[in-house]
């Protein structure tokens, strides 16, 4: 019902910026929670911020402060600002879309993934 495809990784020296996109195709862009996550080589995948249909978001205390969230409904659209990025930010970025709290069950899509890279 959602296909999901990242853009906007790269290579960024520590203190510099990206923002990453995730545009969804399908029916259920409207309802879902988006959410960026990220996974590093040997690390489990952690979430990294999500943002509702109506806009509320929330942040894991590793990027609060540094990462924006955000949504373009019209667009199908959803956004990760990183700014004052560090080493320890480098990971495959990955946005998903749950619909669970609609279907009443466990229901994520995700994208395939874009590779983040902060140099020292």
């Known amino acids: 019902q959602v296909q999901l495809v990242e853009s906007g990784g790269g290579l960024v020296q520590a203190g510099g910026s990206l923002r990453v996109s ?5 029916s259920d862009f409207g309802i879902a ?6 996974q590093a080589p040997g690390k ?3 979430l990294v911020a999500i943002v509702t249909p ?3 978001t929330n942040y894991a205390d590793s990027v609060k402060g540094r990462f924006t969230i955000s949504r373009d409904n019209a667009k199908n ?8 990025l560090k080493p320890e930010d480098t990971a495959v970025y990955y946005c998903s879309a749950d619909v669970s709290r609609w279907r009443g069950t466990p229901l994520v899509y995700w994208g395939r ?8």
């Open 113 to 120: 993934g874009t590779q983040v890279t902060v140099s020292s």
């Open 77 to 84: 659209t959803v956004y990760l600002q990183m700014n004052s």
């Open 33 to 38: 929670d988006m959410a960026w996550y990220r």
């Open 22 to 26: 995730c545009v969804a195709s399908g």
């Open 44 to 46: 489990q995948r952690e």
């Open 54 to 56: 109506g806009g509320t």
